[in-house]
Nanobody, 120 residues
Framework: QVRLVESGGGLVQPGGSLRLSCAASGSIFRINAMGWYRQAPGKERELVAAITSGSTTNYADSVKGRFTISRDNAKNTAYLQMNSLKPDDTAVYYC??????????????WGQGTLVTVSS
């Protein structure tokens, strides 16, 4: 019905860059806040970056100055530009969104995740 699909993950060398995309599809009336989470092996899932419908952003301290979250409301899509990547950034990255369907019912959405591996 309503889905989030992440893309853009892959293998990158330390210091490299990746751009993740999160596209929402289906009968959506409005998306409120969107966020990127990540989970590394042996670690709990953590919030990496979030963005409100008004484009206010919030970042984890570990990624400030390196990652940038953005969104295109017309396309129901969020992005995460990741620069100066470090091995510690290796994780499965998940997109999250709070939204309302076309029937105005509240939706909490999660993507299936995309793997980012930072290694030489």
């Amino acid at each position: 019905q309503v889905r989030l699909v992440e893309s853009g993950g892959g293998l990158v060398q330390p210091g490299g860059s990746l751009r993740l995309s999160c596209a929402a599809s289906g009968s959506i009336f409005r998306i409120n806040a969107m966020g990127w989470y990540r989970q590394a092996p042996g670690k709990e899932r953590e919030l990496v970056a979030a963005i409100t419908s008004g484009s206010t952003t919030n970042y984890a301290d570990s990624v400030k100055g390196r990652f940038t979250i953005s969104r295109d409301n017309a396309k129901n899509t969020a992005y995460l530009q990741m620069n100066s990547l470090k091995p510690d950034d290796t994780a499965v990255y998940y997109c999250n969104a709070d939204a309302y369907g076309s029937d105005l019912r509240y939706l909490e959405l999660w993507g299936q995740g995309t793997l980012v591996t930072v290694s030489s």
